[in-house]
């Protein structure tokens, strides 16, 4: 190509951004087949069947309410039976596993799986959210234009977050919003300036084709903000920040108890979810506004119509049907249950503020409106989102204090009474922590007994400091000896540096014993460690080498890890990894082509 020509070709960053438009704009018409898709199931199975049933009549005929989410669990059967494992349950563990520890390619036919699972379990009225799937929906657009373009990993990364931002950007009209749950929860908070930039523009895409078909609205209507007296509601919201902060960890933790429980369930897989929206549609004869994404009730509740034994009931209920929708097998997200918990918990705080300060205090659906932000903040450990999204969807700059307040608050509580949000637990059963990185996933898959160096030299406690001596000047690159004692067990380590201050003194080198002088204050490993553990060890401690151990309790010396095999081993792995992933990215493009 002659150099003329490459001057009218867009450059790298250019492309990127052209890209990350058109992943934008893709994912915007993608919105609006997601949201009708949702509506005409809701019309065609549960409000259509609701009129033929004469649910509305009241009486018995209200015992039949279960049969219109079981109704959608039971039409989730087939697709269930053509993707096994690509239907059931909460699925955005698995995409956060994707993209951050794998390759991030994602197939385009999750695309409409996505919409036809969700649509089938929100539209019958079980109770799961909305914009968790539609994230995974731009993500996998975002996929598709990188395995179109044969990118490489961290730009494929990039593409997948470009299409979760303009995904949540869309659907919530809040583009600002977008971008930081892209960068919050998808990218867990490591992107450059470049990649920034990406998820900017396809966020503001989506967006003009989102406005474009429905206008400037919100998700839901937010009434006028005001904060009355500053002195007295902002110690309010703090209290309110830690009650939600609480409440959150309560709410993670139920979710993944019932998930379990539904998994060692002695049903068939395909019956699970059929109970669980029987168990669902049963709760919601007496409190419907658990059904469905909720975002009516929460509209009233911020309009200050909610009730507050009945909000009260919600906070707890709401969370229960969500964790049996999900639990059981019901495809969807946790962020709308997420804002319909927020919104009950600070309609009925802010009812009773406002009960006990009526002229002090703004009115319940003020504080609904900031418990919205709090509590998200708090479930997803993600409170940029929760603040950018609020002050979006009020257009009031006077809510931005109280929501960074008791977002950041909500946050740190939860964290500090249990680390994972809720898209990270699975990580950390497995012993991920995903916000270290690939590199630590890499590491912790790894074990010690892969790593030592068997042919290991040891020294007596009763050996004196010549033998010692002798045994360093053998050894090969070697500058510690485990101590045992007359049982062969360790007792202690020896090193190069505790010999130093009698090296050039004879008399103390015959009469000085090894166990005099060795260090007991034992580091050791075992072979069921991991390299992460021991990396953290040689860091901490500032060591090249930690003896390891058959166990805690039984001291006999097995080896000796040395930090450069550590390293060692994992440059080895990571290739390897590596040319299996780009082996895999080959065969997924032959197959596309």
């Known amino acids: 190509m002659s150099a003329k020509l490459k001057i009218f070709l867009p450059g790298e960053k250019t492309a990127l951004l052209l890209t990350a438009a058109l992943i934008g704009l893709l994912t915007?018409?993608?919105?609006?087949?997601?949201?009708?898709?949702?509506?005409?199931?809701?019309?065609?199975?549960?409000?259509?069947?609701?009129?033929?049933?004469?649910?509305?009549?009241?009486?018995?005929?209200?015992?039949?309410?279960?049969?219109?989410?079981?109704?959608?669990?039971?039409?989730?059967?087939?697709?269930?039976l053509l993707f096994p494992g690509k239907v059931n349950g909460y699925g955005f563990t698995k995409f956060l596993r994707k993209v951050n520890l794998e390759n991030g390619v994602i197939k385009a036919k999750n695309i409409f799986i996505k919409i036809a699972a969700t649509?089938?379990?929100?539209?019958?009225?079980?109770?799961?959210?909305?914009?968790?799937?539609?994230?995974?929906?731009?993500?996998?657009?975002?996929?598709?234009?990188?395995?179109?373009?044969?990118?490489?990993?961290?730009?494929?990364?990039v593409y997948v977050a470009a299409g979760c931002a303009a995904g949540v950007a869309g659907m919530f009209n809040a583009p600002i919003a977008g971008v930081f749950f892209a960068a919050e929860i998808v990218l867990l908070g490591t992107y450059e300036i470049s990649s920034f930039s990406a998820l900017v523009i396809a966020s503001a895409m989506a967006t003009v084709v989102s406005r474009a078909y429905y206008g400037e609205v919100s998700a839901f209507p937010i009434p006028p903000y005001h904060l009355i007296n500053p002195f007295v509601e902002l110690p309010l919201y703090t209290v309110m920040a830690l009650l939600i902060g609480l409440l959150a960890v309560l709410h993670i933790r139920f979710f993944y108890f019932v998930r379990d429980r539904f998994a060692a369930l002695r049903l068939h897989n395909q019956i699970k979810p059929i109970f669980?929206?029987?168990?669902?549609?049963?709760?919601?004869?007496?409190?419907?506004?658990?059904?469905?994404?909720?975002?009516?009730?929460?509209?009233?509740?911020?309009?200050g119509k909610g009730v507050l034994p009945v909000m009260a009931a919600l906070i707890l209920l709401k969370s229960v049907a969500?964790?049996?929708?999900?639990?059981?097998?019901?495809?969807?997200?946790?962020?709308?249950?997420?804002?319909?918990?927020?919104?009950?918990?600070?309609?009925?705080?802010?009812?009773?503020?406002?009960?006990?300060?009526?002229?002090?205090?703004?009115?319940?659906?003020?504080?609904?409106?900031?418990?919205?932000?709090?509590?998200?903040?708090?479930?997803?450990?993600?409170?940029?989102?929760?603040?950018?999204?609020?002050?979006?969807?009020?257009g009031n700059y006077l809510i931005i204090v109280p929501i960074m307040l008791t977002a950041i608050l909500s946050t740190v509580t939860a964290s500090k009474f249990y680390k994972d949000s809720i898209d990270t637990v699975d990580f950390t059963r497995e012993g991920i922590d995903i916000h270290?990185?690939?590199?630590?996933?890499?590491?912790?898959?790894?074990?010690?007994?892969?790593?030592?160096?068997?042919?290991?030299?040891?020294?007596?406690?009763?050996?004196?400091?010549?033998?010692?001596?002798?045994?360093?000047?053998?050894?090969?690159?070697?500058?510690?000896?485990?101590?045992?004692?007359?049982?062969?067990?360790?007792?202690?380590?020896?090193?190069?540096?505790?010999?130093?201050?009698?090296?050039?003194?004879?008399?103390?080198?015959?009469?000085?014993?090894?166990?005099?002088?060795?260090?007991?204050?034992?580091?050791?490993?075992?072979?069921?460690?991991?390299?992460?553990?021991?990396?953290?060890?040689?860091?901490?401690?500032?060591?090249?080498?930690?003896?390891?151990?058959?166990?805690m309790e039984d001291k006999?010396?097995?080896?000796?890890?040395?930090?450069?095999?550590?390293?060692?081993l994992y440059n080895r792995e990571v290739l390897k990894r590596g040319i299996r992933e780009k082996a895999e990215d080959i065969r997924i493009l032959c197959a596309s082509a």
Not at 449 to 461: L, M, P, Q, R
């Open 276 to 303: 669980g929206a029987f168990l669902v549609g049963s709760i919601g004869i007496l409190f419907p506004q658990v059904m469905g994404d909720g975002y009516e009730y929460i509209a009233e509740v911020l309009a």
């Open 28 to 80: 915007g018409v993608f919105i609006l087949i997601f949201r009708k898709s949702v509506s005409a199931v809701h019309e065609l199975i549960f409000m259509q069947g609701y009129t033929l049933l004469r649910i509305s009549e009241g009486g018995w005929r209200t015992l039949l309410l279960p049969l219109l989410p079981m109704t959608g669990m039971v039409l989730l059967i087939p697709i269930s």
């Open 322 to 394: 969500t964790a049996l929708t999900l639990g059981s097998g019901g495809a969807g997200g946790v962020f709308a249950p997420s804002l319909f918990i927020g919104a009950v918990i600070g309609g009925a705080f802010g009812s009773v503020a406002h009960s006990l300060l009526p002229e002090q205090t703004a009115s319940p659906g003020a504080y609904a409106t900031v418990g919205i932000g709090a509590f998200l903040a708090a479930a997803t450990h993600a409170p940029m989102t929760a603040i950018f999204l609020l002050f979006e969807m009020t």
């Open 119 to 157: 649509a089938l379990t929100i539209g019958t009225g079980n109770s799961a959210g909305v914009e968790g799937p539609i994230a995974q929906i731009g993500g996998a657009i975002g996929s598709q234009f990188g395995q179109r373009l044969r990118v490489s990993g961290v730009r494929m990364k």
């Open 436 to 551: 270290e990185g690939r590199e630590v996933a890499v590491l912790k898959s790894i074990r010690v007994g892969k790593a030592i160096t068997e042919d290991v030299d040891f020294i007596s406690e009763m050996a004196n400091i010549n033998h010692l001596l002798e045994l360093f000047s053998l050894a090969d690159k070697s500058f510690y000896f485990p101590v045992v004692d007359y049982t062969g067990r360790m007792v202690g380590v020896v090193s190069l540096q505790d010999v130093k201050t009698i090296l050039h003194d004879e008399e103390q080198r015959c009469c000085y014993l090894v166990g005099a002088i060795c260090s007991r204050d034992l580091i050791t490993l075992t072979p069921d460690h991991n390299l992460f553990d021991a990396m953290q060890l040689f860091d901490i401690k500032g060591l090249e080498e930690i003896p390891v151990v058959e166990s």
């Open 556 to 568: 006999w010396v097995l080896g000796m890890l040395k930090r450069r095999d550590v390293i060692e």
